[in-house]
């Protein structure tokens, strides 16, 4: 049964969506309008898969609220991590590509919460017509190419301390303090064990920085984080910055 289901009534509108996701909120007054009654709103389940590998990129979503998404490299033994995080800053899907082509990785919801559905064929329609959705993209492709690179280093160099606490540090940025996330689900996107896991949230809890309980994590001290965090996650931040900023042109503009 699939866990990415239509929005119940009360739960946030596309007009909030198109608000609240850095991308969509960028979008020119004529860009909206050819979107209009096409993109839809969609509840992200902990656990769902937005895409797989080797399946036909059918549309691009754009997480709002808490909801997060992880690309995950899949190994033949088992063994996955992260690679990339995406929130409401970015979407995913048909971002850098042409048409409905493969995707190269998995993307799973490791924090619940809403977003926008646009079909790919509405992407590429409106790519074709609007400079700055192109431009746009393009902006965002390399932010997220950046951030990539930037989580390889990280991986091969940082303690699990430093990269759990950039993770930390990122999640609360697109989900606020209180994250639905299982220390279970922390190990896997680290690519370590949860036994390793379960060490450094006792020491970070410890030192009063947060707290755990059964499918929780909760922020308590950003600042002794950032202490504990690696340069990635600032470099990562002032990229985005750089390349997409509030009004998708880059911070210069």
Known sequence: MSQVREAVPRAPSVEAGFAENRLLSTFPDELRHLLDGKARLIELETGATVLRRGVNVDSSIFPFGPAMISLVVEME????VEVASIGREGAVGGIVSCGNI???SRAEVMVPGPAIRIPMAVVEEAKSLSGHLRNLFCR????????????????SFHSIESRAARWLLTAQDRAGSRLALTQESLARLLGVQRTTVNAVARELQDEGLITTRRGIIEVHDR???????CECYDRVEKFFGSMVGPKGTGSSA
């Open 77 to 80: 033994d088992g063994r996955s």
């Open 102 to 104: 493969p995707a190269f």
């Open 140 to 155: 965002y492709a390399d932010y997220l190419l950046a951030q990539i690179m930037q989580t390889v280093a990280c991986n």
């Open 223 to 229: 600042e002794g984080l950032e202490q504990r965090s």
